[in-house]
């Protein structure tokens, strides 16, 4: 038996809810997921998380452990959770609109003290429009004026040590994460007065770096889950595999490898996948199932281990011919006892949904993943700016080819979200006058175009 076996769908066919952690840059996403992993950790026995590629698993009884008397496991049949662990929204933007389910819930990270900021937004946006549900955690409460740090506390608890004057102050910042919410339309209340979490979003407030509160995090993750998901959760876990790409990796003795989320049914080593690419589906045969192999063997030995199979919820690295043009973002099919046909049909299907319109003339948009992709898109169409190619990858030579022949200067232009320039294409770039902007945040790397563009507007009048 292999380590993923361990979160293979219970004795009840539930797998494992899948949790992806949103919200702006600094607010505490990073630091949280790390606090989690830590405790779970900490909470002792071996098996406390199992690593996966991408993602780690917490299962319910260290769940349990770590929210102390909030949550007994008893109550609950859902084997744990399963949280992604890159934080941030752009692989994950379209997966749930598009029949996937990359993420079952969500956790919105909110600095109590920053309030919302651009990235909250764009993230709310996304949570709107996939209807996931979602709990606020109102992060960094440590930093409130006057507070004395409880480490690992029920935020109650911590309550009960805290001055009046902490707490008012602690009141007033959570009031206004309320205001917020209900200024971009939704109905949030401090998480202990919600009665119907679909309804109405708790705000929990916390500290990812002293650790109180998350035991009150956890605990309406899992009633969150069990309460809304659970018919979501129901896997036949011998079915087909369904997924989603994470990442797109050159991997020493390997080639090009995809890290995937499996959110459904089971993949084996033998198996033949679509996988959605930028010249449309990839087919595929499996080559090797890749597993991390435990922290403390990683020194010594090669970093992956080989499995047969594995089902869902799960992450794993999958090595196959031909992925060169893998997307992230894109889905993952297991094709077993399936008319082949039918299931690019379907991967097709997907990618067609990508809303991305492109025009004659406009502007060239280059994306680490198809989420981001199409949340820039989606940002430019609502600026009427025309795009004139979108696509996921590196920006390379003959992107610099296309925008170079552009009708008017303020289209000769390449937008490069979180991804690289290849030096050909930035050599090219400089010789053909193309401008390149590159930003890992989407609204800073559109104001720099607008701000290209007003320069250039000015400069004609
Ligand atoms: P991310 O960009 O959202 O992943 O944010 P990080 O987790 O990297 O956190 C940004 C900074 O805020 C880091 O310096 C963290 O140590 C700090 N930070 C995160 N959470 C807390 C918290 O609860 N309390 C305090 N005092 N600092 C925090």
Redesign the pocket.
């Known amino acids: 038996m292999s380590d993923s076996d361990a979160t293979v769908a219970n004795a009840t066919g539930l797998r494992t809810p899948i949790v992806a952690?949103l919200?702006?840059?600094?607010?505490?996403?990073?630091?949280?997921?790390?606090?989690v992993r830590g405790s779970a950790v900490q909470e002792g026995e071996a098996g406390a998380i199992t690593q996966h590629i991408g993602a780690t698993a917490v299962p319910l009884d260290t769940i349990g452990e770590m929210a102390g008397e909030l949550v007994d496991p008893d109550d609950f049949d859902l084997p744990g959770l399963l949280f992604i662990d890159t934080?941030?929204h752009h692989s994950f933007s379209t997966l749930r609109s598009r029949g996937g389910a990359l993420a079952d819930i969500a956790i919105l990270?909110v600095?109590v003290n920053d309030g919302f900021q651009p990235q909250t937004l764009e993230a709310l946006d996304i949570l709107k429009r996939t209807q996931t549900p979602f709990v606020v955690a109102a992060?960094?409460?440590?930093?409130i004026p006057g507070w004395k740090p409880q480490e690992g506390l029920p935020i109650q608890q911590s309550l009960d040590h805290q001055s009046d004057r902490a707490e008012d102050r602690l009141n007033e910042k959570l009031y206004e994460v309320i205001g917020q919410m209900s200024d971009n339309g939704f109905s949030a209340d401090m998480y202990w007065r919600v009665q119907d979490f679909r309804s109405n979003i708790g705000v929990v407030p916390?500290?990812?770096?002293?650790g109180e509160g998350i035991p009150d995090l956890l605990t309406v993750m899992m009633g969150l889950s069990q309460r809304y998901l659970k018919e979501d959760m129901s896997i036949d876990v011998t079915g087909p595999g369904a997924g989603t790409v994470l990442e797109v990796k050159d991997e020493q003795g390997f080639g090009t490898t995809i890290d995937i989320v499996l959110y459904d049914g089971t993949v084996t080593g033998e198996d033949t996948i679509v996988v959605g690419g930028k010249n449309g589906p990839i087919v595929t045969d499996v080559r090797a199932l890749l597993h991390p192999r435990p922290l403390a063997e990683i020194r010594t030995e090669k970093h992956f281990e080989k499995v047969d199979s594995v089902s869902a919820a799960t992450g794993i690295k999958i090595a196959a011919p031909d992925l060169d043009d893998a997307m992230a973002g894109a889905p993952v099919r297991v094709v077993r006892d399936r008319d082949v046909d039918d299931v690019i049909a379907e991967v097709e299907a997907e990618l067609s949904d990508l809303s991305v319109e492109t025009e004659e003339n406009g502007i060239v948009v280059k994306a680490d993943t198809l989420g981001s992709l199409e949340a820039i898109a989606n940002t430019l169409a609502e600026e009427e700016i025309p795009i004139v190619r979108a696509e996921v990858g590196d920006v390379a030579p003959r992107d610099v080819a296309v925008a170079s022949t552009a009708d008017e200067e303020t289209n000769e232009v390449i937008l490069a979200f979180n991804l690289d320039v290849l030096p050909d294409a930035e050599a090219q770039a400089t010789q053909d006058g193309v401008r390149i902007f590159e930003d890992d945040v989407i609204y800073q790397l559109i104001e720099e175009y607008e701000a290209f563009v007003t320069d250039i507007e000015e400069a004609q009048q």
């Open positions: 952690v919200g702006h840059v600094d607010h505490g996403k990073t630091t949280l997921l790390d606090k934080p941030g990270v600095d992060n960094k409460v440590d930093t916390l500290s990812a770096m002293t």
